[in-house]
């Protein structure tokens, strides 16, 4: 079932899923306050919906065109409908002002509360925090009741597995949990109306799955998020309060958005186009000019805003590991094309150089370890093999050597790229590469590498030191989990496993 999840989850972006999962949020909202089930008016809650839409789309449209810069109408779409989730459904038209206000601060805090062109804030939790102070109203997260529960928590999960926040939620959780509970042993209050009160009526998982692990406001890194997370935590409480003066679950996310700043400050570039390349039949490189020199870590990601004509519903924005290292002077990614691709894929085939594209939220964990005595082994898949280009080019350009052994699965002997790296890594590191070819009914009769999928045999053959080498695992989603697999019942253990992850190949 978990596989079956994953793959669906690969074939869309991570925007789009938010998107569909607010979708189906409010549209449940609006079923249910039909039926008289909810307490609200459907009318009321389908007018803040298309209001803050529409109020939101246009602040955008205005904002994108004097500071000269691209525009995501997903982002546009999803900052609405959180807002229509969480503040109170229209009653009367003394409601407009509150509404309007709260949009054109959820979409201008993008571009003027800002540095280095990267937003610093949570644009909903900014918006609300300010409205609270400027009309005296505070979000009621209505969303967060117990017929909502349910939905709120399902599609929830599916968000949380797509963006591998697990860790981040699980702790806010722990340490939310933990001052309630000891703020209602100090009142003597009830733990099961305590627990029902946070559990079915308030901003617990709402806020957790969708405002909380927001990317562009958390931290890059597992334990910086940790910390965000335990920071927050112990903000987000109702009870928590300094004087008169008492938290709110956005004003919690606000104070968490300027720690997350202070501890990972990052920016957003906009580049151009200095060179493409066609590296294998349906595998392109596009390698770009940085205004200025960037300091990174081999195996590390961006996310890539290219903004292009007729937008199809997966989106303007993707994740791409660097293929370069931290010692070039050029940024390069590698990119795979497939049958059908989304309208993404197709612009960015045709890109020349005269088209933008934007590059922030550097993150990522799957780099070389600090301990360069371990023996690694690189397991790379296809299009996977992209951040160990990177290790090896830096490894290569510091003559840093290290005990490597790189296994390189492919479909077709064509479909090998970056085999000018990999050979040289050999003469100069003696870092050996073992290529294997899965379609065994193609294989040239010269062909001297492996052949089949990599299976424990594959790895004995090749690697007979293999139970005292940490392993990093790198390609699609399926063929990270096959080769996990494989190893797990070889008996390697989890903790010598490090594994990387695509957000979707569309």
């Not at 679950?249 to 066609?278: C, D, H, T, W």
């Not at 065994?440 to 001297?448: G, N, V």
Request: glycine share 6%; aromatic share 14%.
């Amino acid at each position: 079932m978990l596989n079956f999840i994953d793959s669906y989850l690969d074939r869309i972006t991570m925007y789009r899923l938010v998107l569909y999962y607010l979708i189906v949020l409010l549209g449940a909202a609006f079923l249910l306050s039909l039926l008289g089930i909810l307490n609200y008016n459907p009318l009321g809650i389908l007018f803040n919906s298309i209001f803050l839409v529409v109020i939101c789309y246009i602040t955008n449209r205005v904002f994108a065109s004097v500071f000269k810069a691209p525009t995501n109408v997903e982002s546009v779409y999803i900052t609405s409908l959180i807002l229509a989730c969480i503040i109170t459904p229209f009653k009367s038209l003394q409601d407009l002002p509150m509404l309007g206000f709260a949009a054109v601060l959820a979409v201008s805090s993008k571009y003027i509360l800002a540095i280095k062109k990267k937003h610093i804030f949570n644009p909903v939790a900014i918006a609300v925090v300010l409205t609270a102070f400027g009309f005296g109203v505070s979000a009621s997260w209505w969303i967060g009741n117990a017929w909502m529960t349910p939905f709120i928590v399902l599609g929830g999960l599916l968000v949380m597995r797509k963006t591998r926040r697990e860790h981040m939620v699980f702790m806010f959780w722990a340490v939310a949990l933990a001052v309630i509970s000891i703020f209602t042993l100090i009142d003597g209050n009830s733990y099961v109306l305590m627990l029902d009160q946070v559990f079915l009526h308030s901003s617990f998982f709402f806020f957790a799955f969708l405002m909380f692990t927001e990317p562009l406001t958390t931290p890059p890194t597992r334990s910086l998020q940790l910390m965000y997370a335990v920071l927050i935590g112990l903000l987000f409480p109702p009870q928590v309060h300094l004087g008169s003066w008492y938290t709110t679950p956005e004003l919690a996310l606000v104070i968490g958005n300027v720690f997350a700043y202070l501890i990972s400050p990052r920016q957003k570039f906009v580049m151009l186009l200095s060179e493409k390349l066609q590296i294998a039949p349906d595998i392109m490189d596009f390698v770009f000019k940085p205004p200025e020199r960037l300091r990174y870590s081999a195996g590390q990601y961006f996310e890539w805003t290219f903004q292009h004509p007729q937008t199809d519903s997966r989106g303007n924005r993707r994740y791409f590991t660097l293929a370069s290292s931290p010692t070039e002077d050029t940024l390069r990614i590698g990119v795979k094309f497939y049958e059908g691709g989304s309208s993404y894929k197709k612009s960015l085939q045709k890109m020349d150089e005269k088209v933008p594209i934007v590059a922030a939220q550097l993150a990522g964990e799957f780099i070389l370890p600090n301990d360069k005595t371990k023996k690694l082994v690189f397991v790379a898949g296809g299009i996977g093999v992209t951040p160990f280009r990177s290790m090896l080019k830096y490894l290569i350009d510091t003559k840093e050597k290290r005990d490597i052994i790189v296994l390189f699965s492919n479909k077709y002997e064509s479909d090998i790229v970056y085999k000018d790296i990999l050979d040289q890594a050999e003469r100069e590191l003696g870092i050996r590469t073992v290529y294997t070819l899965t379609d065994t009914d193609k294989i040239s009769p010269t062909w001297t590498g492996e052949k089949g999928r990599i299976s424990s045999e594959i790895i004995q053959k090749n690697i007979p030191d293999w139970r005292e080498r940490f392993f990093y695992l790198s390609g699609p989603h399926a063929m990270v989990v096959g080769f996990e697999t494989t190893l797990r019942q070889m008996g390697l253990p989890a903790s010598l496993i490090k594994k990387d992850f695509f957000p979707g190949f569309v």
